[in-house]
């Protein structure tokens, strides 16, 4: 094996982390992950930084909460100066390569990868900025609706489809080209992110997945929809910036949202295997690290909730699971309790790799999961925060053991007890009674968050990016997003090569 090991990544989007309680449930239908679950930690409990995509992602990427990297929502610029784990392992020889979506927002769209294969499915600029200056407002053309639910059904293509049938084909080949680098002077470790926008909403699958939970005993939420006078603050707020209000929907329209959701797991199952058959058949399975992860959840329809944009378990918990290759003893495959964070993948991946992270340590908010996976409590809570659509002010939330305790300035605070409560229908800090406990829960968070001070930055983001949007769109438009090239004059078989040359080059195993 050689000194350093390849990590593969797999993330997909809006992955609900309940479906993966030690691996994918026993009833989806998922073989490749599955096999990839009997040989990996299998963090039941991972949560992410925020629940939402462009924050989420940027918080996995750095080690960093949304506070600290200021990607506030879907249109907040990741800045270049924040070193990711793509900066990390680069710096330490790793050839680092990104296939698919991160939802970088700004004009670097590299984040320390070294390559990029595809362009992202969403934009880089900052069109979807909220606006705090305008509590309520819907924005028709990019806030989601309830159109995803209501339109659930069967499609052989769509826009989704074919940018992760791209994503895998794209990965495949290049653990091919991997394989194929024969000269030792230029054979580095690599990192491949291979990430996928799936089974992001709308809710439209493959007739061959679909029918695979035609007899699906999942196909209705645990918690019915609650009223909307019964939702809680930000639940309502939710609803509204859905248009939750303006259609009705029914049993129908859930279970085959729901459907199509399982279905597309099953879509990338078989994705996700492609690749991982490339890694296989080109000998490079022994000598890499496999990690899964999801940006956020889904609730659908949990609580007539959808989506993500609370700290639910259904939108704020993913799954998350690492490989290790057969000759490292890092840790022991298994299913892990422990609270654990994305903000936590990116020094785990570099205590793996070997690299030193203690330069920027003061700025990591995660932490090396490597001694949770073998029975080492995490030291510190875990941590969420969220202030992009649908709310008003910034929300925070503290995980600690079996409790998670939700706070915003303008709601009453949540607690919920996890072990007891999974589905979080009791708000214990409604009750007089835990009155001394609440006020414990608030110490912590006033002690962790100035909650005056982030909703200023928030809203000094928000209107500095209104400024510069609509000033970039007015005249000669230079556009942010990834354009990826692809050099012709060296693709397959050209008049500066030699035939024998190129075919050995390009042959593995190679011939005599």
Same mark, same amino acid.
């Given at each position: 094996m050689q000194q350093k090991p390849n990590i593969l990544i797999f993330m997909v989007d809006q992955l609900n982390g309940t479906l993966f309680p030690n691996g994918p449930a026993e009833w989806l239908h %998922? +073989?490749?992950l599955k096999k990839l679950a009997k040989r990996s930690a299998r963090f039941e409990r991972c949560y992410t930084a925020s629940p939402l995509c462009a924050p989420g992602r940027a918080s996995f990427m750095s080690g960093q909460l949304p506070r600290r990297t200021r990607v506030y929502d879907n249109a907040a610029e990741f800045a270049s100066d924040i070193p990711t784990y793509a900066h990390h392992l680069r710096r330490a020889g790793y050839h680092t390569c990104l296939s698919g979506k991160m939802h970088f927002v700004g004009p670097d769209q590299l984040h320390g990868f070294e390559e990029r294969l595809t362009t992202d499915i969403y934009p880089a600029d900052f069109g979807w900025t909220p606006d705090y200056r305008k509590p309520g407002e819907r924005i028709d053309w990019w806030y989601h609706n309830m159109g995803s639910v209501t339109g659930a059904g069967i499609a052989e293509i769509t826009n989704q489809m074919e940018y992760d049938d791209t994503v895998a084909h794209e990965a495949r080949m290049k653990v091919y080209d991997l394989a194929r680098i024969s000269d030792k002077a230029e054979?580095? +470790?690599? *990192? =491949?992110?291979?990430?996928?926008?799936? +089974?992001h909403d709308p809710y439209v699958a493959r007739r061959k997945y679909w029918d695979l939970y035609e007899d699906c005993d999942y196909l209705l939420p645990q918690v019915p929809a609650l009223a909307f006078e019964d939702q809680d603050p930000h639940a309502q707020r939710i609803f509204k910036a859905n248009d939750w209000l303006n259609f009705d929907i029914t049993d129908e329209d859930i279970s085959r949202s729901r459907r199509a959701y399982f279905a597309n797991i099953s879509y990338l199952d078989d994705r996700i295997g492609e690749v991982m058959e490339a890694l !296989?058949?080109?000998?490079? %399975?022994d000598d890499t690290i496999i990690l899964f992860c999801s940006?956020?959840?889904d609730? =659908?329809? !949990?609580r007539g909730l959808w989506f993500k944009m609370c700290f639910y378990d259904g939108s704020s918990r993913v799954p998350l699971m690492i490989a290790l290759p057969p000759s490292r003893r890092d840790f022991k495959p298994g299913h892990v309790a422990e609270p654990v964070s994305n903000v936590d993948i990116l020094?785990? =991946? *570099?205590?793996?790799?070997?690299?030193?992270m203690q330069e920027i340590m003061p700025w990591t908010d995660g932490e090396n999961l490597v001694p949770v996976a073998g029975g080492t409590p995490r030291p510190h809570p875990v941590?969420?925060?969220? %202030?992009? !659509?649908a709310s008003h002010a910034p929300l925070v939330s503290m995980i600690d053991g079996r409790y998670k305790f939700n706070h915003c300035e303008l709601d009453p605070p949540q607690l919920f007890d996890l072990a007891a409560d999974p589905h979080e229908r009791i708000n214990l800090a409604a009750h007089p009674q835990n009155a001394s406990l609440v006020e414990k829960w608030m110490a912590r968070i006033r002690a962790r968050w100035d909650m005056a001070a982030y909703d200023a930055e928030v809203r000094a983001s928000q209107a500095r990016r209104w400024v510069v949007y609509e000033a970039l769109r007015n005249g000669a438009y230079y556009p942010w997003d990834f354009q990826p090239l692809k050099q012709a004059s060296e693709q397959y078989m050209r008049n500066h090569m030699n035939l024998d040359t190129l075919e050995g080059d390009k042959r593995f195993p190679r011939g005599e």
């Open positions: %998922a +073989p490749n054979r580095r +470790p690599w *990192c =491949l992110t291979v990430s996928f926008t799936h +089974p !296989e058949t080109t000998r490079q %399975a940006d956020h959840g609730m =659908l329809g !949990e020094p785990t =991946l *570099c205590a793996l790799a070997g690299v030193d941590l969420m925060e969220y %202030a992009a !659509e």
